[in-house]
C-alpha cells in the first residue's frame, strides 16, 4: 500500500491496514480541515446543543427548536460576512 504522506505526517489508512489506533500528539493538527474553524464559530454553543439534544432523544422531532436556533445563527453569521465582504474595496 503505498501513501501520499510523507514520514512524517498522519496517515488514518495506513494506521486502518496496520491496526495501530495510536492517539495523536496533543500538538498536531485537527482531525479534519474544518474541525478548528466549528470551534471558532459563534453558533457553537447552538451547534452542541442541536447534538446534545439528538444524543439525549431518539426523536429529532424534540430537537426542532435547537434545530432553528442553529439555523438562524448561521443565517446572521452569513450575513455578517457578506457584509464585512461588501464593504471590503479590494481596488484602494
Known amino acids: 500500500m503505498s501513501s501520499r504522506f510523507g514520514p512524517n505526517q498522519w496517515d488514518p489508512f495506513a494506521m486502518a491496514a ?9 500538538s498536531s493538527a485537527p482531525p479534519y480541515p474544518g474541525a478548528a474553524r466549528l470551534a471558532d464559530s459563534p453558533c457553537f454553543p447552538q451547534y452542541t446543543a442541536s ?11 424534540k430537537c426542532q ?14 450575513e455578517a460576512r457578506l457584509e464585512r465582504n461588501r464593504k471590503r474595496s479590494f481596488f484602494q
Do not use: H, I, T
Request: charged fraction near 40%; include cysteine; aromatic fraction near 8%.
Open 18 to 26: 496496520s491496526g495501530s489506533s495510536a492517539p495523536l500528539p496533543a
Open 51 to 61: 447534538l446534545k439534544c439528538l444524543e439525549a432523544n431518539a426523536d429529532k422531532s
Open 65 to 78: 427548536q435547537e434545530f432553528d436556533y442553529y439555523k438562524e445563527c448561521k443565517k446572521k453569521e452569513r
